[in-house]
């Protein structure tokens, strides 16, 4: 089959490579008809994420129809499935929990030693990522071979466009568990780092969870506009002192709730930011947490601080002061997709949630790399890139 | 200012000398007594146990201990999850665990020396074995209704020492490591009827 592949910083391939197969009783095999380039896939393309190896298989954002099934699958051959791309073995303590990217059983255990040793447990399985977290292989492919389908999986009637729920693989859930993360009250302000898709999803989330305002940061005109669109005041941080705009645009008391939707690559020419770049460039682990300070600075005495943007390292010069003394509530994580699944399609279905006004480019699969490049470098334009096999 | 800094001197030369003698009272000062506290004894900082290293690892696993207790003693089972495990020979009482070293397979002869249904098993090496090792697995029930804590406990004398402690180590198939996979790859097969693999070619 054809497949998008990583070979190092910069340098992602269209490979010709064997088709997958049914491994594990409770496998299936899907046939990718959409997948998506997530702002995810740019930290591995940028190799700051560690624990890439040349060859792997991108992707973790994808639909398609099953073609095969093990013995101990419950979807059917011909079923249209949206996959999450957290891999979930729904037995474990935290699966039961509804904690699925915590699941115990999904990494193998060869690969559990390397996060166990830098984050002090094993980490979760997820598709197309770091072989921290597994190592497996991805959706930008014409197959995929997908563990616990019994679990994962959500079938998606036959009729519904594939763009219109393609986004519950990953940042439908995630802007909205961004958003429930942040205990939004009636008429709470929350401000959103980031107009990327998750920050976008978020926004939309906060506002639908009944959020009074919600203020919209970044950089790009055009997704400032989108946020815009959706109903959110927005900052250009370019042209406005943020901190001082979010007091003055909260009565002076800073925003309930803050969202960091940025991530591990905070832009700005912030003394902070240029600090850790430095060090994120000469590969010593260092997360550029800009917009997490700034975040942490923002919010309101005894707010609450959700961080669905992923960092992977260690962060420096970071405001724990600010964190304590003002009694602040932090929620994180990869998100448990699984938990959400059924929900979000019902509010979809029903209109409530519409996912495509964020889509900019629409490539076939053999274009991936072509995708990325523009994602990363023309991220004003390039917001959403969907790509076919 | 000349007669300034000459003042200086002796004051401090007067608190390096202070400093100094705190130093040593409190080195020479026997700190207090540090009863044994509540932790396994293999968590200790200390190397070595009478030329034994001792390690082990708990994995909660969501099944009941009955169950667990059967994986142990059924070969077949075993090898599911005991990725090293070339077979075992021997008696249930008396097994020879092939296990293979990384350089070739090597035998282990041991006895059962504890046997408590759904509570704990044990093995010995026994007397002029190659590999000097006591291993023991103990059940308990886990709180809250998570299933049981599984215990995996080894006492074994690395050969060459140290330096094959270590040699061991760094190529992730000492003891240790290989007990915590083996541990998590019991709890994988228990909790969701397969072991987790990233594979997507069933020959590999």
Known sequence: MRALTWHGKHDVRMDTVPDPQIVNPRDAIIEVTSTAICGSDLHLYDAVIPGLQGGDILGHEFMGRVVETGPKSTLKKGQRVVVPFTISCGSCFFCKATLFSACDNANPVETQEASELLYGHAVGGLFGYSHMTGGYPGGQAEYVRVPYSDVGPIVVPDGVPDEDVLFLSDILPTGWMAAENCDILPGDSVAVWGCGPVGLFAVQSALLMGAGRVIAIDHHPNRLALARGLGADVIDYTQTHVLEALMEMTGGMGPDAVIDAVGMESHGMAPDNLLDTAKQKVGIGADRAHALRMALMAVRKGGRVSIPGVYGGMADKFPLGALMEKGLQVRSGQTHVQRYGSRLLDMIMEGKIDTTFLISHRLSLEEAPRGYRNFADNQNEWTKVVLTP | ?204
Do not use: C
């Not at chain 2, 969501?62 to 003693?73: F, K, S, V």
């Not at chain 2, 080894?154 to 996979?181: C, E, M, S």
């Open chain 2, 1 to 204: 200012m000349t007669d300034r800094r000459s003042d200086l001197f002796p004051i401090l030369g007067v608190a390096v000398l202070a400093l100094g003698v705190v130093g040593v009272a409190r080195l020479m000062t026997p700190g207090p007594r540090h009863p044994a506290d509540s932790a396994p004894g293999r968590t200790a900082k200390r190397l070595q146990f009478g030329g034994y290293q001792v390690t082990g690892r708990t994995v909660t696993i969501d099944a009941p201990r009955d169950r667990i207790h059967a994986m142990w003693r059924d070969p077949r089972q075993l090898a599911l999850f005991m990725q090293d495990l070339v077979a075992i020979e021997g008696t249930p009482d008396r097994p020879i665990w092939v296990i293979d070293g990384g350089h070739g397979p090597f035998r282990i002869e041991t006895r059962l020396v504890e046997d408590r249904a759904s509570e704990s098993l044990a093995w010995r090496s026994v007397e002029g074995a190659d590999f000097q090792v006591e291993a023991k697995i103990r059940l308990r029930d886990a709180p809250a209704g998570r299933g049981t804590e599984v215990e995996a406990h080894v006492a074994y004398v690395p050969p060459y020492g140290l330096l094959g402690h270590w040699a061991a180590k760094l190529r992730g198939i000492d003891p240790k490591t290989r007990g915590r996979q083996e541990l998590k790859r019991l709890k994988m097969l228990l909790e969701t009827g397969e072991i987790a693999t990233a594979s997507n070619q069933r020959n590999t």
